[in-house]
C-alpha cells in the first residue's frame, strides 16, 4: 500500500504527511532536550559552587565543532535547493560534505571525550561532568543518526529520484529539518555548558 | 501571503510546483539568503566566545549568552527550517510546544528561589 500524501497535499492540514510527521517528531525532541535542560537549571541553581564550563572543557574545539555543525547546515539546505533546482549531482556533493562534517563533529568530539577521560573527569567525578557527558551524548546520538539517514539519501535511498523526484526532494527535506534542528540544539548546548 | 513572501516559502508543498514549472520559485534568492544567515551566524558565534572572555558576572553573562544563542536559533529555524512561511497547523504545534517548553524552564527556577511559592 502506498503512503498516502507524500506528494500532494492534505486539504485539512495544508501539508504533506511527511511534513506534519517530523514536525510533531521535533516537538517531542524540544520536550526530550528540554526536560534535560530544566535538570541542568536545578542542578545548578541547587549547588553551592559551580565550576565556569571554560575551565574544565575545551573551548577552541567547542568553536571548532560550532563552527563545523553550522557550516554542515549550510551544506544540507544547500543540497535540498540544488534538487529544486534539478541538479542531482550537485546534491549528491553537498549531501556528502553534510554527511563529513556531521563526522568531522564527532571526531572532534571523540578527541574531547579522550582527553576527559585520561584527565579521569568521567560522568562520576561531578554534577557539572554528569549533565555535560549526558547532554553532550544524547546530542552526539543525534548527529548519529542524522548522518545514518542522510547516508541513507545520498546512497541507496537516492533511487526515488528516478522514479519520483518530487517525493524524494520533499524527503531531503524532512531530514534536513531534523538536522537543522540538531544544529539549533548545539547553539544552546555550547554556550551553556562551555561558556557559563 | 505577499509574493516576497511567498518567494521565501520554498517548502515541501512547492518541490512539486517547483519541478513541474506550475511556479517560478527563486531558489537563488534562497540561496542568497541561506548565504547571509551563514555568515551571521558565525559572527554570532565569534561575538558568544568573545563576550565569554571579559568573564562578566554570571547573571549578565547568561542574558546575553542567552540573547545571542536565541537570535542564532531564530535565524536556523526561520531561514534553514523555512519557519518565517510555513503553514498555521505547524505553528500551533509549536505554539503548544514552546508553551510547556518554557513551563518546564520556569519550574525549576521558580522551585529553588525564595519568595516565589516554596520557602
Do not use: Q
Amino acid at each position: 500500500m502506498d503512503i498516502p500524501y507524500t506528494v500532494e497535499i492534505r486539504r485539512d492540514t495544508g501539508l504533506t504527511n511527511g511534513k506534519i510527521g517530523i514536525w510533531l517528531f521535533l516537538a517531542s525532541e524540544v520536550m526530550l532536550f528540554g526536560a534535560l535542560f530544566a535538570s541542568y537549571i536545578l542542578i545548578r541553581t541547587g549547588a553551592p559552587t559551580w565550576p565556569r564550563g571554560d575551565t574544565m572543557l575545551d573551548v577552541p574545539l567547542a568553536t571548532l565543532n560550532t563552527i563545523i555543525l553550522i557550516s554542515s547546515s549550510v551544506t544540507m539546505v544547500m543540497a535540498w535547493a540544488s534538487l529544486m533546482r534539478r541538479r542531482f549531482e550537485t546534491f549528491r556533493l553537498y549531501m556528502g560534505g553534510t554527511i563529513l562534517l556531521g563526522l568531522g563533529f564527532l571526531v572532534v568530539k571523540y578527541f574531547e571525550y579522550s582527553a576527559h577521560f585520561h584527565e579521569g573527569a568521567l560522568p562520576s567525578t561531578n554534577n557539572f561532568l554528569a549533565i555535560y557527558y549526558t547532554l553532550t551524548g544524547l546530542h552526539g546520538l543525534h548527529v548519529l543518526g542524522g548522518m545514518a539517514v542522510n547516508a541513507y539519501f545520498w546512497g541507496p535511498g537516492a533511487k526515488l529520484w528516478k522514479t519520483n523526484p518530487v517525493w524524494f526532494t520533499n524527503r531531503v527535506e524532512h531530514a534536513g529539518l531534523f538536522w537543522h534542528f540538531v544544529d539549533l540544539v548545539w547553539i544552546f548546548l555550547f554556550p551553556t555548558l562551555y561558556l557559563l | 501571503m505577499t509574493s516576497d513572501h511567498a518567494a521565501t516559502s520554498a517548502t515541501s508543498d512547492h518541490a512539486a510546483a517547483a519541478m513541474t514549472g506550475d511556479h517560478a520559485v527563486d531558489i537563488d534568492k534562497h540561496v542568497r539568503i541561506y548565504i547571509t544567515v551563514f555568515v551571521a551566524l558565525m559572527v554570532l558565534t565569534i561575538v558568544t566566545v568573545t563576550v565569554s572572555r571579559f568573564h562578566l558576572p554570571v547573571p549578565i553573562a547568561v542574558t546575553v549568552a542567552l540573547i545571542v544563542a536565541i537570535i542564532k536559533g531564530s535565524l536556523v529555524a526561520c531561514y534553514f527550517m523555512h519557519l518565517i512561511s510555513e503553514k498555521k497547523l505547524i505553528y500551533a504545534v509549536l505554539a503548544l510546544t514552546a508553551a510547556f517548553f518554557v513551563a518546564l524552564m520556569v519550574l525549576p527556577v521558580i522551585t529553588v528561589h525564595d519568595g516565589f511559592w516554596i520557602h
